[in-house]
């Protein structure tokens, strides 16, 4: 079965620094999402993006966060300046269509840590 | 505005025993309602969905869950649970009208044993 895979698996950061999470959605899916979960708390929803724009964004999705599909199969989530704040659980997923009652397949993570 | 309340943080059962994982939602349009569950260090796996067919859903690994609409709940079960059920699971609403973000509720872990 095609998967969402994410890389790193564990990410440790200066705060301050500049961090890129990358993800490879499955191949045939067009719509793209990050959401982030803080230890002990919900998976929150950060961003969705499809034809090459964000789609819609929540506000944790601030100006230190920015996406983009540099190439056919890669989707990545950079924060420029990190915060104590951004250690978190961040979770890229992917759905062939858009609409709500569409499922979205979920990578395994990427654990950030700024020390 | 869509939101998820599951009622129970951690659940304990017996292998064996049957399992009930209470989650209700606030929506206001019709929802897409859907389960994931999350093995320690592994993302989120689709147990099953509802998407106004049949109001009683089959999932994966024999879970199951009921839309009832008058109690604005999508409680999810198991008759028996195995060992390999343990695991964090999510209740998740859908707005229709949304470009399909997820709103999360807070999780409830299950733990099973022997």
């Known amino acids: 079965e095609p998967e969402v895979t994410q890389t790193p698996s564990h990410q440790v950061t200066q705060m301050g620094q500049e961090v890129i999470l990358r993800c490879v959605p499955i191949s045939n899916h067009l719509y793209f999402y990050w959401y982030r979960q803080i230890l002990g708390q919900k998976v929150e929803f950060l961003v969705s993006?499809?034809?090459?724009?964000?789609?819609?964004k929540s506000e944790i999705f601030d100006d230190q966060f920015s996406v983009e599909r540099p190439d056919g199969s890669n989707f990545t989530l950079k924060i420029r300046s990190t915060k104590l704040e951004d250690s978190a659980m961040y979770f890229c997923a992917s759905s062939d269509t858009g609409t709500g009652g569409t499922p979205q397949h979920f990578g395994d993570g990427t654990r950030l840590s700024i020390l | 505005a869509q939101s998820v309340t599951q009622l129970d943080s951690h659940v304990s059962v017996s292998e064996g025993t049957p399992v009930l994982l209470r989650c209700n939602y606030s929506?206001?349009?019709?929802?897409?309602l859907f389960w994931y569950v999350q093995h320690p260090n592994k993302g989120l796996q689709l147990l099953l969905k509802?998407?106004?067919?049949?109001?009683l859903v089959k999932g994966i690994n024999g879970f199951e869950a009921e839309f009832k609409k008058s109690e604005t709940s999508f409680h999810l079960t198991k008759p028996s649970a195995h060992m390999s059920d343990a695991a964090e699971y999510f209740c998740?609403?859908?707005?229709?009208?949304?470009?399909?973000?997820?709103?999360f509720g807070k999780g409830t872990k299950l733990s099973v044993k022997p």
């Open positions: 993006f499809y034809n090459n724009e964000i789609s819609e």
């Open positions: 509802y998407t106004s067919a049949a109001t």
């Open positions: 998740v609403v859908s707005d229709r009208g949304s470009q399909g973000n997820l709103i």
């Open positions: 929506s206001s349009y019709s929802p897409s």
